[in-house]
């Protein structure tokens, strides 16, 4: 099955220069990272394509021998050919410079991560209640991971041997090939790019210097975080490989719905339905507020639904600061149901006494029907 054209992978003209092609490459790389599409094996192949594309168009020589030979150029074990997934899998390709530019520490340092045997990161997703997020909570969690093997010390080498240089590539971690013209430079299969390697493995952890094993941490959630928030624990990631240092473990929080407030920043808004007579009258009610305690709210005569009262203070705490957001009560007039027949009696001499009154007791419907009446008048002439 003949290859792609590179342009036409990454989705730039042929003479796209250096930044264009960089830019196309991100897009590409962040769609298709397996990340993104677990479990899809179109989407993976298509990140390698797309990674070896740009392992040879982000490169001058490589470029200009593309564009001359084509995909011939690189036949015979050059770029083209290489296979690994995941960071830095591409034989000095595109996708770890890319993704260590872009979110750098995060995702374990790139190739330089790799190549040192640096323990990967870890994400846990945590669950908090909207009161948590207001009050901050100290969480435990536990977390699957991987930690220093005991008996050998993290060394993977048999009662605690250190590694020792690898002869394949002199400690460097890489080799070199030359292909034609070309010198590629590739990791190193003997060591895995470790440049040492361990003569007589230890049995427990078969020569990682690591073994599986379950965390418990404790995590404090500090007041006024939002649903999103990563909270980084630095080293209680994956342990590295053979005594190399440990990756971090990310939070991410989510905070579920709340049954009766809704949230927007520090800001807290509840629908609180009101008595109909509360509403014409006026009076007082009470409250709930996100900390626990009541608050009166002064309903003014003749209050119309939809209409806020805002309570200052009362809302969310602000993070890493004192502060608080505001509260904002919405009135909902209710209007009663299941009526006796006496209440309906009343209701109706209500209505009987106030017939003159109706554009002062109901100004916003007299109004509305007010400009219907014109509209059907101005319809009648048109």
């Not at 084509?70 to 074990?77: P, S, T």
């Not at 948590?132 to 977390?143: E, Q, R």
């Not at 590539?169 to 390697?197: D, L, S, Y």
């Not at 800001?267 to 009076?283: D, E, K, Q, S």
Request: proline share 5%; charged share 25%.
């Amino acid at each position: 099955m003949s290859k792609q054209d590179y342009y036409e992978l990454l989705g730039v003209e042929k003479g796209a220069t250096g930044d264009d092609i960089k830019k196309a490459y991100r897009k590409q790389a962040m769609q298709f990272h397996p990340d993104r599409n677990p479990g899809n094996a179109d989407a993976e192949q298509k990140f390698k394509e797309i990674n070896e594309a740009y392992d040879v168009l982000k490169d001058e020589q490589k470029r200009a021998a593309y564009d001359r030979f084509g995909h011939a150029a690189f036949e015979q074990g050059g770029p083209g050919a290489g296979g690994g997934g995941g960071f830095g899998g591409f034989g000095g390709g595109g996708f770890s410079d890319i993704f260590d530019e872009m979110f750098g520490e995060f995702m374990g340092g790139g190739r330089r991560g790799q190549a040192s045997g640096r323990g990967a990161d870890l994400r846990y997703n945590m669950d908090i209640s909207l009161e948590d997020a207001f009050g901050g909570k100290a969480a435990t969690v536990k977390v699957p991971s991987s930690a220093p093997c005991e008996d050998c010390k993290g060394t993977g080498g048999k009662d605690g041997a250190q590694p020792v240089t690898c002869s394949g590539c002199n400690g460097h971690g890489k080799v070199r090939q030359q292909q034609g013209f070309f010198t590629i430079e590739r990791t190193c299969p003997t060591c895995q790019g470790m440049g040492k390697i361990i003569k007589d493995p230890c049995r427990s952890c078969g020569g990682s210097g690591r073994t599986r094993k379950e965390k418990t941490l404790s995590v404090n959630i500090p007041a006024g975080v939002e649903d999103g928030t990563r909270i980084r624990l630095a080293g209680e990631g994956e342990a590295g490989m053979r005594g190399a240092p440990p990756g971090d473990l990310y939070i991410f929080l989510s905070i579920a719905a709340h049954r009766i407030f809704q949230r927007d920043g520090a800001n807290i808004f509840c629908r609180v339905p009101i008595p109909m007579t509360t509403a014409a009258l006026g009076g007082t009610i009470e409250v709930p507020t996100i900390d626990g305690s009541k608050a009166k709210v002064t309903i003014p005569e003749g209050t119309q639904s939809g209409h806020q009262f805002r309570l200052r203070n009362k809302g969310m705490s602000v993070l890493r600061s004192p502060a608080r957001g505001d509260m904002f009560i919405q009135a909902m007039v209710e209007t009663p149901v299941a009526l006796t027949k006496r209440q309906k009696e009343l209701l109706q001499e209500f209505n009987d006494a106030g017939e003159g009154e109706k554009a002062k007791n109901s100004p916003e419907s007299q109004g509305f029907f007010a400009k219907v009446k014109e509209l059907w008048e101005d319809l009648k002439e048109g």
